[in-house]
């Protein structure tokens, strides 16, 4: 059946439905042949939610959607990555993040809670909040195969390909086929309240995030990986599905722990009425990683998992980098590159407070690297992903009336963002710089960059600046090279 025409909608009586079953005829093998022609310069998207509207709404990947820009009511019922907007063959390679909408939207959210429990009694789609996250985040998984295999037998031929392993994913790209690589955005997908910790209070109260119980084993405990079997089991068991980036944080505090910004301020303010702010001299706000969390991340070095630290406080980046160089000091010779996966950069927006005049939301800034992380992520091998929205990468939004008159274009701001970070490495060979847009994530896409077909304005504009060996390592060569150190095969 075409893609490009509506599906018959004929009824069938029961009669019909069990004939064709019993009859079933074994589908035709897939041509080899991608139906996609993916471009000789073609990006390799680190972050890019494909499921999470799958999920959410139950869009179909091999449909037809219309997506606007911004983060109104449009937006996030449309669908920006799908078959259709994938034709224009500038990505070759995505990493997509599977996650459960956090429960603690329920509670924090003052006037959308209400609505987000009535709905959830329908749809069931916010994290239970126990040990049954990790049977949803599978469904999630799952959901997006069946989604992945159906469009390639609707195309007769194998264009998507879901990597389980770098070498699964390079053979595919050889043969001209477009990669999913599966990750997880926040690490409640692993589980809450599994025994014998039981470290996570669930009913955070609405005044704030409350701080996560941390008396859950000694340090000898998770050095051994004691009393954390059922949480590193589940991870683990991710790993052989294929997962290959895990990250740690996300909106709200969970088990391993605390959190920055991860809400721009005006829906912040004006869709979700949360007045949480994030402060790094407030020792209650930054909070490091829980036990449990050192447990994690010493699993996921030796298991060969990229560790992606968005989200993640300035005291858990800290303990990352610590763990991360104790590691590498036991194992000569190997890598195991750290990310930030869809990010700015910290300095960038401090310059935006300068010519705007407007220091009022700077504790949204953290949300970017810094440059000891960006000097961190170097080391490492690993690489920033370049979120493709105006706020996380300046902190300036025409909505809030603070900043009338400082109209940005997205592809300016990316770029300007390239050669900010560029400035703060040693190197300054454009080496840790890669694309993680951050599509279908709820975020406020501009209007000049929401869509892969306008990659060709970005990639024109590049050009004016950049090297074609540079413009490749920031598409598509660093992302690979950090694949390819960081993503073991067990």
Known sequence: MSLATPTNKKKHGWRDLFASFLFAKVPPPL???????????????IHTHVSMKMNIWGKKFWNSHRPVHGDGFLSMLGMQVDFHRLRCGHVGVMIVPHDI???????????????????NRFFNKMEHEDFSNFTQINKIINLFEEQIYITNRKLGSETFVIARSYEDLMDARSKGKIVFVHAIEGSHALGRNL????????????????????????????????????YLDNLVSLK???????????????????????IAEYPKV???????????LDAKKNVGLSLLGKAIVWKMLDLGMIIDLMHSTDAARRQVYELH??????HPGEYRPLTFSHGGSRALHEKYHQKTGVTKYSHHKYYGASSEDILAIERSGGVIGIIIE????????????EFEGWELTGIDCVIETIFDINEQTEKKDFSCISIGTDFDGFTDTPPDLYLYEQMRNLLEKMRAKLTEEQITKIFSGNALRMLELGWKTM
């Not at 041509?31 to 998207?45: A, F, G, H, L, M």
């Not at 909408?101 to 709905?119: E, H, N, T, W």
């Not at 599905?241 to 920055?260: H, I, K, Q």
């Not at 004006?270 to 790094?280: E, G, M």
């Open 31 to 45: 041509n080899d042949k991608p139906s996609i022609v993916v471009r000789e310069q073609y990006i390799v998207d």
């Open 101 to 119: 909408p956090v429960g603690a939207m329920r509670r924090q959210f003052k006037y959308l809670s209400d609505v987000i429990r009535f709905l």
């Open 195 to 230: 025994p014998p910790e039981a470290p996570y209070i669930p009913r955070i109260k609405r005044k704030g995030h409350q701080p996560i119980y941390w008396g859950m084993a000694k340090k000898e405990d998770y050095e051994r990986g004691r009393k954390f079997d059922r």
């Open 240 to 262: 052989h599905r294929g997962v290959c980036m895990l990250t740690l944080a996300y909106l709200f505090p969970n088990e391993l722990s605390d959190c920055v910004e991860g």
């Open 270 to 280: 004006h869709s979700f009425r949360y007045d949480w702010k994030y402060d790094p």
């Open 325 to 330: 160089d104790e590691w590498i000091a036991k």
């Open 390 to 401: 105006r706020w996380w990468l300046t902190g300036v939004d025409i909505r809030l009336p």
